[in-house]
């Protein structure tokens, strides 16, 4: 099995703690970014193979913009995180109906089931 470089954007400590457990425990590399312009730091120093990347940021607001940019401009798949509802992401501006979600909480096997999607 190929192991992947994860850039994680969670502002909820417990879940980025449950993030990083899974994610590590599969034998991944985890990047944490704590705002917007770590995010595109560690892009452009390691170029990780996709992002997770939470829907509602606090400081930032809409995640959906955010994965947009990663995916124009790193050429890098994203999973947006969420405790939102399925239409607040339709209504966010930079909806993009191929967007994989994963919606919180979520168990081990939902994250897992994800991850392996995007490793296909």
């Known amino acids: 099995m190929k192991y992947h470089t994860i850039l994680l954007y969670e502002d909820e400590p ?5 993030l990083q457990h899974e994610l ?3 034998g991944h590399k985890v990047l944490f970014a704590s705002d ?3 995010v ?3 892009c452009m120093k390691y170029l990780p193979e996709f992002a997770i990347v939470n829907f509602r940021e606090t ?3 809409d995640g959906m ?3 947009k940019t990663l995916r124009v401009r790193f050429f890098m798949r994203v999973l947006l995180i969420t405790g939102a509802r399925p239409q ?3 209504e966010s501006p930079d909806h993009y109906a191929g967007q994989l979600v994963l919606h919180k909480p979520c168990t081990t096997l939902q994250l897992r089931q994800a991850i392996a ?3 296909s």
């Open 14 to 18: 417990v879940v980025t703690l449950h």
């Open 24 to 26: 590590e425990a599969g």
């Open 36 to 38: 917007r312009q770590e």
């Open 40 to 42: 595109m730091s560690l």
């Open 59 to 61: 400081c930032s607001g």
């Open 65 to 67: 913009e955010l994965a």
């Open 88 to 90: 607040d992401l339709e």
């Open 117 to 119: 999607g995007f490793l």
